[in-house]
């Protein structure tokens, strides 16, 4: 019988998030092992990453927070590749942004960094976000958004974007990081990641679906939304790490859609939830994005019916339309 060779040891940092888990998920089928960074192992909240195929075998927990370095060197250290999804996503405005979504974000991607300095890693992927790309005003209206754009990190500062300052001063200092030190950085941007859920919690972009259907909202605001699936996303992941020829950033989007498109494509096919009213017409323009660098690789990604259709499922499963 062949016997399936076994790929290196790499890293997941949020191995318990909404992409971190589907990340663990993909890397265990693929015959990794994999270190998980975790905040609390002992909490019930990561018993699925235990229960995943391979996972006893081939997963590891580990304790760490993004703000103690110690913790992350111990995690990364034996490591050939990093992914680093963890991040701060707030659910809602923060009344802290400097301490609650800014320092983790930067301070704890130069710690993972470092760490990848320190354990001779070969090449590590850093989750940024289209928070990092698109938020900027100098760019030219109509023209289609490629990684060259970057969100202004003053104008984010001016309108209280903080997610967006604290995704853009993370990617652009790890990528800055990776030509100084002479580390293999890669970076990818999402946009909003939805699909089915692996983890007990809800997460902030999982809120969005889970809003339109189960709170009966009086009104909702109709807005553009540039989507991908979190087991695409989790596979772009994967083939940034496994390509040798990646480098830089990547943008990572599938769909482009207004809220009313996506309310009506769920209302066709389960007419029963508790959707908004009404929907009110937002400003927000819509804008164009490209994935083609990160087609250029060979990813691909699923039809938006399958994502929606097992988002519903897995949001049924978990008790969370109840
Ligand atoms: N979801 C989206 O729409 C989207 C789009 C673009 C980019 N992203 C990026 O994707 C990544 C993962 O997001 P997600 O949607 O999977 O969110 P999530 O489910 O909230 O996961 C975030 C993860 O970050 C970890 N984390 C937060 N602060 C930490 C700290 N101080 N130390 C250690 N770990 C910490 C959390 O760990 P605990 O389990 O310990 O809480 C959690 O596992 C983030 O970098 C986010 O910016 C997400």
Not at 18 to 47: C, M, N, Q
Request: with cysteine.
């Amino acid at each position: 019988m062949a016997t399936v060779a076994r790929k290196g040891k790499v890293c997941v940092t949020g191995a318990g998030g909404f992409i971190g888990s589907w990340v663990v998920k993909l890397l265990l089928s693929r015959e990794y092992t994999v270190h998980g960074t975790v905040r609390e192992p002992s909490d019930a909240k990561y018993d699925h990453l235990r229960k995943l195929e391979k996972g006893t075998d081939n997963l590891k927990l580990f304790k760490a927070d993004l703000l103690d370095y110690e913790s992350m060197r111990s995690a990364i250290a034996g490591c050939d590749g990093v992914f680093h999804v963890a991040s701060p996503v707030p659910h809602t405005t923060s009344s802290n942004p400097e301490t609650e979504v800014i320092e983790p974000a930067v301070k704890g991607t130069r710690n993972v960094l470092e760490a990848c300095v320190d354990a001779k890693v070969k090449r590590v992927v850093v989750v940024s976000s289209v928070a990092a790309v698109f938020c900027n005003p100098s760019w030219p209206q109509g023209r289609v958004i490629d990684e060259s754009c970057w969100s202004d990190k003053e104008y984010c500062k001016a309108t209280k974007n903080w997610y967006f300052l604290a995704k853009t001063e993370a990617e652009s200092e790890a990528l800055e990081f990776g030509r100084r030190r002479g580390l293999d950085v890669v970076t990818i941007c999402p946009t909003l990641v939805i699909g089915p859920i692996l983890q007990p919690t809800v997460n902030a972009s999982s809120m969005v679906l889970l809003r339109i259907l189960k709170e009966g909202l009086e009104t909702l605001e109709n807005r553009p939304r540039m989507l991908v699936d979190v087991r695409d996303v989790a596979e772009a992941l994967v083939v940034l790490y496994e390509k040798g020829e990646a480098e830089g950033r990547y943008i990572c989007t599938s769909h482009t859609m207004e809220t009313r498109e996506l309310v009506d494509a769920l209302k066709k096919k389960y007419p029963d939830y508790s959707y908004p009213k009404t929907l009110s017409e937002g400003n927000e323009k819509a804008v164009s994005l490209s994935s083609e660098k990160l087609q250029g690789l060979g990813w691909k990604c699923r039809a938006l019916e399958e994502t929606l259709a097992d988002a519903v499922k897995s949001f049924k499963d978990a008790g969370m339309l109840e």
